[in-house]
């Protein structure tokens, strides 16, 4: 994207991305107007349609910055060499921090997913599904090196451990006792305690 800035160096497409993430927030994707987006972040609608192509590119963007993120993370992590039980705690730690750190980002996500288009709901799958995978991968690496048990099978792992990330929106609050590292590092140690053999 062009990094098109206004008076205060902002570029045009964060600052869309900022309104709309909050106002979807506060009032839902389906109850927020292209209009009320333009004027939160102070430009033309023709602005919007330069950089987005429809509210819907909007939500899709809220979601897939934050998964480019995390996918990059987990690669990382992945790619590291450390022992596997090491990359596979900070993995399903990391997860959760920036799961945390985008509450707003994964809140939209859940509630309005349903509403992509059918060509950016699949999109959207497939990115998570290669996300998971990638995930998948590290818990068999660490079953074939008999490190994790193989009694429980990795997908269920997985589908167990982001079931956990997937409803943090629901209840997560950040005035609450526990921070965002405390919540990863509980969450990450039951994942690990389930793979031990």
């Not at 990795?154 to 609450?176: E, I, Q």
């Not at 969450?187 to 389930?194: I, M």
């Amino acid at each position: 994207m062009p990094r098109t800035t206004d008076g205060d160096g902002t570029p045009v497409p964060q600052r869309l991305l900022a309104a709309a993430t909050r106002l979807f927030a506060e009032q839902g994707y389906d109850r927020t107007s292209v209009q009320e987006i333009v004027e939160a972040a102070g430009v033309t609608k023709g602005a919007l349609y330069h950089y987005f192509g429809s509210k819907d590119d909007l939500l899709h963007e809220v979601y897939a910055r934050l998964l480019r993120l995390q996918q990059e993370r987990l690669d990382a992590f992945a790619d590291s060499g450390e022992p596997v039980e090491q990359r596979v705690r900070e993995a399903a730690a990391d997860v959760v921090v920036t799961t945390i750190d985008n509450l707003d980002d994964a809140s939209i996500f859940f509630r309005s997913m349903h509403q992509l288009s059918p060509e950016k709901n699949k999109q959207v799958r497939a990115e998570r599904r290669r996300y998971h995978e990638r995930f998948r991968a590290l818990i068999e690496e660490g079953q074939r090196a008999g490190v994790f048990t193989k009694e429980t099978p990795a997908d269920l792992v997985v589908d167990y451990h982001f079931g956990s990330v997937h409803h943090l929106s629901t209840w997560y609050r950040p005035d609450g006792p526990l921070s965002p590292q405390e919540v990863a590092d509980h969450l990450a140690d039951l994942l690990l305690r389930s793979l031990r053999p």
